[in-house]
């Protein structure tokens, strides 16, 4: 049982001190409110790791620009 599991089964258990178990497990009170949310929302795919990359990148160079530069060619 991974630590995550570990916690939202804990904390979800009745009469559970959510703060008390944030300070056993070394997470801030706000992760782990997203944790319970996420759990309640998608069950066990809720504690899976999750990508931390952006969705976009609006100062990312055009692809045609980035691409002249990778094979050298002029603009």
């Known amino acids: ?14 009469g559970a001190n959510i703060r008390e178990l944030c300070r056993r497990y ?8 997203q944790l319970l949310e996420r759990y309640a929302r998608e069950g066990d795919a809720g504690l899976l ?19 002249a530069v990778v094979s050298r060619q002029v603009v």
């Open 1 to 14: 049982m991974s630590l995550k599991h570990e916690f939202v089964t804990l904390a979800r258990t009745p």
């Open 26 to 33: 070394g997470i801030s009170p706000p992760t782990a409110y």
């Open 49 to 67: 790791e999750r990508s931390r990359r952006p969705h976009n990148s609006p100062n990312r160079t055009p692809a045609a620009l980035e691409q």
